[in-house]
């Protein structure tokens, strides 16, 4: 069973950054992807990576501002967050595990803050 616990999120002002990390034990077989969702919005993905590291994609807005990386020897993945801006403000979550029929995973963890100053 897959257990994800996510921290590193706080406060930061415009421009500065953050370093997201999803504790991910039994996560190593498996895709682990980003997700956010500010108030009154839908979550959205921010960023995925596959099980081995190899390959990951992200959304738009993080493109050449958000990292993910996972270090599967720790059962850890990584968002480096740069640059970040107000809209950032959002509750993070990482997901992974198997994927529904309708492509969503399995294993959700509680999130973790994130807050951006103007």
């Known amino acids: 069973q897959v257990q994800l616990v996510e921290s590193g999120g706080g406060l930061v002002q415009a421009g500065g950054a953050l370093r997201l990390s999803c504790a991910a034990s039994?996560?190593?077989?498996?895709?682990v992807g980003w997700f956010r969702q500010a108030p009154g919005k839908d979550r959205e993905i921010v960023a995925t990576i596959s099980w081995n590291g190899f390959s990951s994609s992200y959304a738009n807005f993080a493109k050449g501002r958000f990292t993910i990386s996972r270090d599967n020897a720790k059962n850890t993945v990584y968002l480096q967050m740069n640059s970040l801006k107000p809209e950032d403000t959002a509750v993070y979550y990482c997901?992974?595990?198997?994927?529904?029929?309708?492509?969503?995973?399995?294993?959700w963890g509680q999130g973790t803050q994130v807050t951006v100053s103007s």
């Open positions: 997901a992974s595990g198997p994927l529904s029929s309708r492509g969503e995973y399995a294993y």
């Open positions: 039994g996560a190593s077989g498996y895709a």
